[in-house]
């Protein structure tokens, strides 16, 4: 399993002093990515999940039972796994995983992977996953898993605050067809696909 070097990996965990800590769930989110995809040992799973694990991806099914029965899967299938963590996102008992996956001869699959971790075992995950798009072929030629992030930089609670704030109005409000919002937050210098979609959108009359 290979980690991104830069990008940075991210944890949003904050003391009084606004100084970035380590965190634990993270490390045993970490732990259970190489566990499935690296090492493929059933073995491992009681330490690292919850006996009442909750699983919502509809590709497993339930329990630490589905868990296991998926790297049972890639050992009788002795499938290569090429696993890419781009970045981890970690605040209080939530961890989000950004990846990139290569199982076999699949095609590479991006995936978003939130897990809650209680009493340092993994007790709740969702997952979103599709297909990766060639950088080559995607609209605003960067790849779904490049991108910048400096973990080494100090961010007080508040900016915390007014950062979670812009991505919420951003989906909220944005992505509703509010324009002069999504002017404010990115005006000339970055236009997402999203974002350029809603011009179309309106240079159309459709909003």
Same mark, same amino acid.
């Given at each position: 399993?290979?980690?991104?070097?830069?990008?940075?990996?991210?944890?949003l965990?904050f003391?009084?002093?606004?100084t970035?800590?380590?965190?634990?769930? +993270?490390?045993?989110v970490?732990a259970?990515?190489?566990?499935?995809?690296?090492?493929q040992? &059933?073995?491992?799973?009681?330490?690292?999940?919850h006996?009442?694990?909750?699983?919502?991806s509809p590709?497993?099914?339930?329990?630490?039972?589905?868990?296991?029965?998926?790297?049972?899967?890639l050992?009788?299938?002795?499938?290569?796994?090429?696993?890419t963590i781009?970045?981890?996102?970690?605040?209080?008992?939530?961890?989000?995983v950004?990846s990139?996956?290569k199982?076999?001869?699949?095609?590479?699959?991006i995936?978003?992977?939130?897990?809650?971790?209680e009493?340092?075992?993994?007790?709740e995950?969702?997952?979103?996953?599709?297909l990766?798009?060639p950088?080559?072929? &995607?609209?605003s030629?960067?790849s779904?898993?490049?991108?910048?992030?400096?973990?080494?930089q100090?961010?007080?609670?508040?900016?915390?605050?007014?950062?979670k +704030?812009?991505?919420?109005?951003f989906?909220? +409000?944005?992505?509703?067809?509010?324009l002069?919002?999504?002017?404010?937050l990115?005006?000339?210098?970055y236009?997402?696909?999203?974002? &350029?979609?809603?011009?179309?959108?309106?240079?159309?009359?459709?909003?």
């Amino acid at each position: 399993m290979k980690m991104i070097k830069n990008p940075a990996l991210f944890c949003l965990c904050f003391t009084a002093s606004h100084t970035v800590l380590a965190s634990q769930e +993270k490390v045993i989110v970490e732990a259970a990515f190489d566990a499935i995809y690296t090492q493929q040992k &059933t073995s491992l799973i009681p330490d690292l999940y919850h006996n009442d694990y909750i699983e919502h991806s509809p590709n497993f099914s339930g329990g630490t039972a589905g868990i296991k029965a998926y790297i049972t899967s890639l050992n009788t299938g002795k499938k290569n796994v090429d696993v890419t963590i781009a970045r981890i996102i970690a605040e209080k008992d939530l961890v989000a995983v950004h990846s990139r996956k290569k199982i076999g001869k699949q095609a590479s699959i991006i995936g978003v992977d939130i897990f809650r971790v209680e009493n340092n075992q993994i007790i709740e995950h969702w997952g979103l996953e599709q297909l990766e798009t060639p950088k080559s072929e &995607t609209v605003s030629g960067h790849s779904m898993i490049d991108g910048g992030g400096d973990a080494k930089q100090p961010m007080s609670s508040k900016e915390l605050t007014r950062n979670k +704030k812009t991505i919420v109005d951003f989906i909220e +409000k944005g992505f509703a067809g509010d324009l002069v919002l999504m002017d404010s937050l990115f005006g000339d210098v970055y236009i997402p696909v999203s974002y &350029t979609h809603l011009r179309a959108h309106e240079t159309r009359g459709n909003l």
